[in-house]
């Protein structure tokens, strides 16, 4: 069994930034995707980055490129998701996810481990 837990959530105005983190615990495996998801009030959950267990290639939606990093640090079993130039549409639960397998999906059931979340707001 794997546990990851979330942090770094808050409130920022539009324009700022947050570094979100998942620490991942318990029995980690090698060679496994991670990615993050978020769910808004009232919408589905939706991919917003992923990354392989070396770092590369990684993949990010559409509505974020340019403008959030995705990284990890295997060494501390923890991912990282840089988030700059935050928008009011940005505002949601952020959620780690870590696959079973070395690919990275941006469908949510891809994913068998799933953090409990953390908040983002972003304010305008």
């Known amino acids: 069994q794997v546990q990851l837990v979330e942090s770094g959530g808050g409130l920022v105005q539009a324009g700022g930034s947050l570094r979100l983190s998942c620490a991942a615990s318990?029995?980690?495996?090698?060679?496994?995707?991670m990615a993050w998801f978020r769910q808004a009030p009232g919408k589905e959950r939706e991919f917003v980055a992923g990354?392989?267990?070396?770092?590369?290639?990684?993949d990010y939606a559409d509505s974020v490129k340019g403008r959030f990093t995705i990284s990890r640090d295997n060494t501390e079993n923890t991912m990282y998701l840089q988030m700059n130039t935050l928008k009011p549409e940005d505002t949601a639960v952020y959620y780690c996810?870590?696959?079973?397998?070395?690919?990275?999906?941006?469908?949510?059931?891809?994913?068998?481990?799933w953090g409990q979340g953390t908040q983002v707001t972003v304010s305008s």
């Open positions: 996810a870590a696959s079973r397998s070395s690919v990275v999906t941006i469908i949510s059931s891809g994913y068998y481990y």
């Open positions: 318990g029995r980690t495996r090698i060679n496994y995707a």
């Open positions: 990354i392989t267990w070396s770092g590369y290639p990684t």
